[in-house]
């Protein structure tokens, strides 16, 4: 089966600009993730989507950072204004209803000048 | 609330050796756990899981990890290390769906 989808792989924008990021996990995967990944440190949850509806955002700065999953498949993550703070690598993962495993996409890295 | 400790940061060790890579945890419920292994420019790749029974889990390229609920710790062991093991691992533990991550332990091997 075709994995979890990213893109893009890498962007570099300068501060204050905005930047986004898509997701299209895998078929039938109904719950999915974005994870934000600082050099050096784990991944951190940032929003979990059970098919279009939001199960937790509780890390997810909402001040700057806005995610959608139109439809219950793709995803998009944005952000608005960047920080110099938001450099990292985004993750998506999706996951099957009933199971407990998660599937990672390759990742998106940001950097922000 | 779940958290995972991964005491050590990086570790270097030759091929052939054998090698642990601790990991503990905290949760106020049961939990499952989880190793996944991230090569460079890679995103996340499982390498075993504990959801129940056993407590010694067999995952891929070799790697194990043992299940200990008394003293909250789940390390991963390999017996015989690869040059093709260097990359960066991470522990996890997932409540109610919810998947926490330690900060990491990146294995160097070296010839």
């Known amino acids: 089966e075709a994995g979890v989808a990213q893109s893009p792989r890498y962007k570099i924008i300068e501060k204050r600009q905005s930047v986004a990021f898509w997701c299209n996990p895998i078929s039938g995967h109904a719950t999915l993730y974005w994870y934000q990944q600082i050099l050096g440190q784990g991944p951190k949850l940032l929003i979990q989507?059970?098919?279009?509806?939001?199960?937790?955002d509780s890390q997810l700065p909402k001040d700057r950072f806005s995610a959608e999953r139109l439809k219950g498949v793709d995803s998009t993550l944005k952000i608005q204004p960047a920080k110099l703070e938001d450099s990292a690598v985004y993750l998506c993962?999706?996951?099957?209803?009933?199971?407990?495993?998660?599937?990672f996409g390759a990742g998106s890295r940001l950097t922000v000048l | 609330a779940q958290s995972v400790t991964q005491l050590d940061s990086q570790v270097p060790v030759f091929e052939e050796a054998p090698v642990e890579l601790r990991c503990n945890y905290s949760s106020s419920v049961s939990v499952y756990l989880f190793w996944y292994v991230q090569y460079p420019n890679q995103g996340l790749q499982l390498l075993l899981k504990y959801l129940s029974g056993s407590t010694l889990v067999k995952g891929i390229n070799g790697f194990e990890a043992e299940f200990n609920k008394s003293q909250t710790s789940f390390h991963l062991r390999k017996p015989s290390v690869h040059i093709s093991d260097t990359a960066e691992y991470f522990c996890?533990?997932?409540?109610?769906?919810?998947?926490?991550f330690g900060t990491g332990t990146q294995l160097k091997v070296e010839l």
């Open positions: 996890a533990v997932a409540e109610r769906n919810k998947l926490t």
């Open positions: 989507f059970q098919n279009n509806g939001v199960v937790d």
């Open positions: 993962a999706s996951r099957p209803s009933g199971a407990n495993v998660l599937t």
